[in-house]
């Protein structure tokens, strides 16, 4: 099971392995240098104390293994999740599993309206992760597919994990998806419990 965990400047060499050429073909960016990972990291790190909080940058951690980082922008007209993982944890449902559990804490601990995500024409992938997560395709925009979600009340077709977290009391979620308590690497919001062309997907 992955969990969800805050970034630190530790990470910056994990971050580099996870935006390769490969996985970041489909993200309109070139991959990350090494000085650039740095500056992310140190970035992702400081947002975490920032209030409010304008995003969430949290990395796919499997038993200390860095695997991929999702993203909660807070900072647009319309909140926006983009996801991106190491090439080799694609097609394992770690995206999938991610993408669920940063709803639940959009529209449970943050309370949000609505959620967008895009994604490449050619990366099929991270249409399917979108769908299997509950997002509806609405059209497209500057070359990407783009999608929405709204919470359970507004959403039906939302799957039923992220629907009970909506209908459960939202600080014990939040406290169970998102704990502040976790092991070194975890500072906020952290332990989150749980190849096609693999799942990355673009927020713009």
Do not use: C
Not at 106 to 118: C, D, Q, R, Y
Not at 167 to 195: E, K, Q, W
């Amino acid at each position: 099971m992955i969990a969800l965990r805050e970034l630190t400047p530790d990470d910056a060499a994990a971050l580099q392995r996870i935006y390769s050429p490969e996985s970041t073909r489909f993200l309109g960016r070139r991959p990350m240098d090494a000085a650039e990972a740095r500056k992310a990291a140190r970035d992702a790190a400081a947002s975490a104390i920032q209030s409010p909080r304008s995003v969430y940058v949290l990395g796919l951690d499997l038993d200390g293994d860095l695997l991929g980082i999702i993203k909660l922008h807070l900072d647009r007209p319309v909140a926006t999740l983009s996801y991106i993982l190491r090439v080799d944890a694609w097609g394992k449902g770690h995206a999938t599993e991610a993408v669920r559990r940063i709803l639940a804490l959009g529209f449970g601990h943050l309370g949000l309206p609505e959620i967008h995500a895009k994604h490449h024409p050619d990366n099929p992938a991270s249409g399917r992760v979108l769908l299997k997560a509950g997002f509806a395709p609405t059209g497209e925009h500057a070359g990407f597919t783009t999608y929405a979600i709204r919470p359970p009340q507004a959403a039906g077709s939302m799957p039923r994990a992220v629907l009970m977290l909506g209908l459960i009391d939202i600080h014990a979620a939040f406290n169970r998806i998102i704990g502040r308590a976790g092991p070194a690497h975890t500072a906020g919001p952290a332990a989150v419990r749980s190849r096609a062309r693999g799942p990355t997907t673009r927020s713009g």
